[in-house]
């Protein structure tokens, strides 16, 4: 069955303390892993889209990189608005479904 | 450009009622999905859509029914509704297989 975990469950970092969240997967075979930030109240919002170990993406402070058993959410010198849940999610080869499992989220929290 | 509505954004039902989530897109995406999202837990996968007249069960999708007539509308049915379907109700879309989805704000939906 695949599987999603993402870890701590939840962050407190300091205005400008860089950290990485993670994310490790158990699937038959990947065929993409996709990044979401949710704040409370809302939809998740893409972030990014990793097909393979190796690939490596940036938006502004954030930066995603995939290897073949997890990925990593690397957050460069965080700011207030930075807080947010952050949810990881796999597709995998399993007869060419659709289906998109996600992780629990990761709870980020950036003081002041 | 609105990208993808739901509603109505609140619903408190009694058990056994039925009701219909409604979920539009204005990107001409062809496929769309369901998910339900419970505290602590992961968005599940409900049902989904890879075009007009095309649905397929995701996860957990007892208790639910959907249709899809049109490239922009993709409603998901309750019926005689308990308890257990107390959740957030994500409608998303995207433009492919493997490609970001976009979601919409959710409808919270109490049954008791």
């Known amino acids: 069955e695949d599987q999603v975990t993402q870890s701590p469950e939840a962050l407190r970092l300091q205005e400008g303390e860089s950290s990485s969240l993670n994310c490790s997967y158990t699937?038959?075979?990947?065929?993409?892993l996709f990044w979401y930030r949710q704040d409370p109240g809302k939809g998740p919002e893409f972030l990014f889209t990793?097909?393979?170990a190796g690939e490596e993406k940036e938006k502004e402070r954030l930066k995603a990189t995939l290897t073949k058993k997890e990925s990593f959410l690397h957050i460069t010198a965080p700011k207030p608005e930075d807080s947010a849940t952050y949810l990881c999610?796999?597709?995998?080869?399993?007869?060419?479904?659709?289906?998109?499992?996600f992780g629990k989220g990761m709870k980020l929290t950036v003081n002041p | 450009n609105a990208g993808v509505t739901q509603t109505p954004k609140f619903r408190i039902l009694k058990i056994g009622q039925s009701m219909t989530l409604q979920c539009t897109q204005d990107m001409n995406h062809n496929y769309m999905y369901w998910y339900r999202q419970d505290p602590g837990m992961g968005l599940k996968l409900i049902y989904y859509?890879?075009?007009?007249?095309?649905?397929d069960k995701g996860e957990v999708p007892n208790g639910y029914n959907v249709s899809r007539s049109t490239t922009e509308d993709f409603p998901l049915r309750l019926e005689l509704a308990a308890p257990s379907q107390t959740s957030v109700y994500f409608c998303?879309?995207?433009?492919?297989?493997?490609?970001?989805?976009?979601f919409g704000p959710g409808t919270r939906l109490t049954v008791t």
């Open positions: 699937v038959s075979g990947l065929r993409g």
């Open positions: 990793l097909y393979s």
């Open positions: 859509s890879v075009g007009a007249g095309i649905t």
């Open positions: 999610a796999v597709q995998a080869t399993q007869g060419g479904s659709e289906k998109l499992v």
């Open positions: 998303a879309s995207s433009s492919g297989s493997v490609r970001e989805q976009y």
